[in-house]
């Protein structure tokens, strides 16, 4: 019922910035939480970012805590990634996702592991030294 389209990747040296974006389709996002997913290659998908149905909580990995900001516009049915100080480490496939909303927290990685769950195809980002 929810179709994702990401887009924004690219190509950026290292210390540079990237705004992700992620487009919904089929239903509002209001009824989702949302969260970025990144897979380098030959590594497991992992966890960037989420952030609850109404923007009010966000949760990051360490690894990128400081640095990506997630935020959303449910009129626009946008899901955003703000990266900043990008580092090599950082080059992935970046993944949206989006899970049924639970509550007022933001949403746990397992959250997103669920039938009901609806996952992008992923937009590339390389971040070069």
């Known amino acids: 019922q929810v179709q994702l389209v990401e887009s924004g990747g690219g190509l950026v040296q290292a210390g540079g910035s990237l705004r992700l974006s992620c487009e919904a389709s089929?239903?509002?996002?209001?009824?989702?939480?949302m969260g970025w997913f990144r897979q380098a290659p030959g590594k497991e998908r992992d966890f960037v970012a989420g952030?609850?149905?109404?923007?009010?909580?966000?949760n990051y990995a360490e690894s990128v805590k400081g640095r990506f900001t997630i935020s959303r516009d449910n009129a626009k049915n946008t899901v955003y990634l703000e990266m900043n100080n990008l580092k090599p480490e950082d080059t992935a496939l970046y993944y949206c996702?989006?899970?049924?909303?639970?509550?007022?927290?933001?949403?746990?990685?397992?959250?997103?592991?669920?039938?009901?769950?609806?996952w992008g195809q992923g937009t590339r980002v390389t971040v070069s030294s």
């Open positions: 996702a989006a899970t049924p909303a639970r509550g007022p927290r933001a949403p746990q990685p397992t959250n997103f592991m669920t039938q009901d769950d609806y």
């Open positions: 952030i609850n149905w109404n923007g009010g909580s966000t």
């Open positions: 089929g239903r509002t996002l209001s009824s989702y939480d």
